[in-house]
């Protein structure tokens, strides 16, 4: 049965990240199998709705936004309602939802449309540490009202899942994300192309240690200056954001290269370059960069807290380290450096983790959660109907 799907999402193209990523892939999984959607996302500022009209073929609305720390805020629109009415989907998948996001939630329960909520920010996390003038409580209850107006909510682990059970969130599953296993291949190692790049990012030293990632505060990617001493060791920060200025002053530039913001097969070659993958940021609700890392053969060092913690199998796929350890990174790293062996086996098994984790098996669970969300709330009608 084909599917009328309304996509509500926090962020889009042309901004990269985790939930850009999994609504494009989503996007991918519906126009391949005959459904229709619309995407309704931020504009990247009031007067900006110039932007990119469709994506797969689906219209992309674009409401006004005001910037809150280079990311463009979708604001409630009075046109949500018409937006909606006039496509009449059978059910609202809404990423990340904050403030677009409940908005939509609200309209779409007004009108009798199923929702599926998808948890991807920690909202929570990150008002302690980006300093916004409310604190965690209230941000729970934010989530709270946000999530408890769904039909069905998706949380990327068992963790967050508990999360939201916990602030009294309904019929709460665990839906994670999927990788792109053809895109992020251990052959490109060998590749000439990725030999090339190897050598220009190594600058002549034995090895390659890597992060690939948003430059944000709560990335903690500061943190690199504990590895920057390490002997014949480079290092690449692929990705973009608020903080690259300051890392590119902090960060010392004969070990340190940064490329910016890489997609498609140069994001790809880079991860392949990598001898090691490094994250250390503590608050991710995920870690869609640590599976890609693993889908090439790069052993993983990531801090043991949120999402990581369900993606690396620890001593098998990569490392789980303390967080609030200054020393254990830095010795992981050295670690894995001296152990050629130890890095392929480590490849290999987060290579064989990762086929069990496409989009394409992932995606098929999402739909299941639609028609879980259009039944359910078909059922909740009747059932209202024969009280009246």
């Excluded at 916990?166 to 490109?188: C, E, K, M, T, Y």
């Excluded at 987060?350 to 394409?360: F, H």
């Amino acid at each position: 049965m084909s599917l009328r799907v309304a996509i509500v999402t926090e962020s889009f193209l042309p901004q990269l990240n985790g939930v850009t990523n999994s609504v494009l892939r989503v996007c991918d999984t519906l126009a391949q199998q005959g459904h229709e959607a619309i995407i309704v996302a931020p504009s990247n500022g009031i007067a900006d709705l110039s932007l990119e009209r469709e994506y797969r073929g689906f219209r992309i609305v674009r409401v006004p936004s005001l910037p809150f720390r280079q990311f463009p805020v979708g604001m409630p629109s009075p046109f949500l309602a018409r937006i909606l009415t006039q496509f009449a989907p059978d059910v609202m998948h809404v990423a990340s939802p904050f403030v677009l996001g409940g908005a939509a939630i609200g309209v779409a329960r007004r009108l009798g449309i199923p929702t599926v909520a998808i948890y991807q920010t920690d909202l929570a996390g990150y008002s302690d540490r980006y300093g916004v003038p409310f604190v965690r409580a209230v941000a729970d209850r934010l989530v709270a009202s946000i999530h408890g107006n769904a039909d069905i909510n998706l949380a990327p682990t068992p963790e967050s899942a508990l999360y939201l059970t916990q602030l009294g969130a309904p019929h709460v599953s665990v839906w994670g994300r999927g990788v792109d296993i053809s895109r992020f291949h251990p052959n490109l190692k060998t590749e000439p192309e990725t030999i090339a790049l190897r050598e220009k990012l190594t600058r002549g030293r034995r090895h390659l240690v890597g992060y690939v990632g948003r430059l944000a505060p709560e990335k903690q990617v500061h943190r690199f200056k504990e590895l920057a001493d390490m002997r014949d060791t480079a290092f690449v920060i692929v990705g973009d954001g608020a903080e690259r200025a300051r890392l590119e002053r902090e960060l010392p530039e004969k070990s340190f290269t940064f490329v910016g913001s890489q997609s498609g097969e140069d994001l790809a070659r880079a991860y392949a370059a990598m001898d090691v993958f490094v994250h250390f940021g503590a608050e991710e609700t995920f870690g869609q960069t640590l599976q890609e890392a693993q889908a090439s053969g790069v052993p993983v060092v990531s801090p043991d807290a949120g999402g990581p913690k369900y993606l690396i199998d620890n001593g098998e796929t990569g490392f789980l380290v303390d967080p609030d350890d200054k020393h254990i990174t830095r010795r992981a790293v050295r670690f894995l450096l001296r152990d050629e062996a130890l890095r392929a086996r480590m490849g290999e098994a987060g290579r064989r983790k990762m086929l069990t984790r496409t989009w394409e098996a992932n995606n098929e669970r999402l739909l299941a959660h639609y028609a879980m969300a259009i039944g359910q709330r078909a059922f909740e009608s009747t059932t209202s109907d024969e009280l009246v």
